[in-house]
């Protein structure tokens, strides 16, 4: 097969890019180079190119995102990342992310249903734990999204890049080797199933309480692998 440049490449990935939400992370460029079936070198060419556009930031360590760069971010933030535990993580995420629900239930449209039920589609059909951890990331983020609050989508950010480091990848590792990527699939999407129906009903204490419900299987998951 002959080598693919970054023009033919270009559309494909502008494509690609219309299904993320603002702010979504791609995925790591050794899975969208095989997806696109370009070199890895020929892929940052093109990401290099939608950079200068604005339709994508990039920020070392934690990825790639749809969009503009949020003016919001810290630019040095690699110590704080490296010293989070997976239980900083976790009390993190509990004390932030319930709220991060309920404002949701508040201010969610139709459309924004529409797009977080997707989300959990595409956590039913992930198949293995990459495709797992980056449609739960993508379903957090979303409902991040939907309050508006630059702020709270910078900590979800920065949450989801503390999740990308090697001591929350380890940890994440045992946690899957023992539940399997089934429990994804059901139990915790299931869960996620729950927290869009309390938005669709505009019931933000629903909200609330079915994220931490959530977060607590999640904690509980990992701690049983220590």
């Known amino acids: 097969m002959p080598r693919r440049s970054v023009a033919d490449i270009e559309p494909e990935l502008r494509r690609f890019l219309r299904d993320l939400a603002p702010g979504e992370r791609l995925p790591a460029e050794r899975n969208l180079a095989e997806r696109l079936t370009c070199s890895r070198q020929t892929l940052r060419s093109c990401l290099a190119e939608l950079e200068k556009d604005g339709e994508i930031w990039r920020h070392v360590g934690q990825g790639t995102f749809r969009g503009s ?31 991060v629900a309920a404002e949701a239930a508040l201010l969610a449209d139709a459309s924004n249903v529409v797009l977080l039920r997707e989300k959990v ?45 090697v001591a929350w990848q380890r940890e994440w590792e045992r946690t899957y080797r ?27 204490e629903g909200a609330s309480a079915f994220m931490t419900e959530h977060l607590e299987t999640i904690r509980a998951d990992m701690s049983e692998t220590g």
Request: aromatic fraction near 4%.
């Open 178 to 204: 023992r539940i399997g990527t089934q429990a994804f699939q059901t139990l915790h999407s299931d869960q996620h199933e729950r927290i869009v129906d309390a938005i669709e009903q505009q019931d933000p």
């Open 121 to 165: 589609g595409a956590g039913r059909r992930a198949r293995d734990r990459a495709a797992c951890e980056q449609a739960d990331d993508a379903f957090h983020r979303a409902l991040a999204q939907i309050s508006g609050n630059p702020i709270l989508v910078g900590f979800l950010n920065y949450l989801s890049g503390v999740r990308r480091r």
């Open 69 to 99: 760069r949020p003016r919001q971010l810290p630019v040095r933030d690699t110590l704080l990342i490296e010293g989070a535990t997976p239980p900083d993580v976790m009390q993190a995420r509990m004390l932030l992310e319930p709220m």
